[in-house]
């Protein structure tokens, strides 16, 4: 079950962060998890490794400071295949 909750939702950039939250256990059934960060034409902004210590906590923090306003994807994979993603607004 890999369910992901993404918080806050709009976000102001003066947060300057966006938390994925990690819901659901499938997360520690498997070792090569990533996130990516894309814009709305599809181009890849940012991609990172989740490590054990993300399963502890079950929260990411994404850096947002160098984003522009605007609509993004974030995207879990498993193995380089997509497997949950929600859409954030910068304002």
Do not use: M
């Amino acid at each position: 079950d890999w369910q992901i909750g993404v918080y806050p939702n709009p976000c102001a950039k003066v947060n300057s962060t966006v938390n994925i939250e990690l819901i659901g256990d499938s997360y520690q059934k498997h070792a090569d998890i990533s996130y990516e960060l894309y814009n709305i034409k599809g181009q890849k902004l940012q991609s990172k490794s989740i490590t054990t210590a993300n399963f502890e906590h079950k929260t990411i923090l994404v850096d947002t400071a160098d984003l522009s306003s605007g609509v993004y994807i974030i995207a879990i994979s498993n193995k380089g295949t997509i497997v949950n993603a929600k859409r954030i607004a910068l304002y």
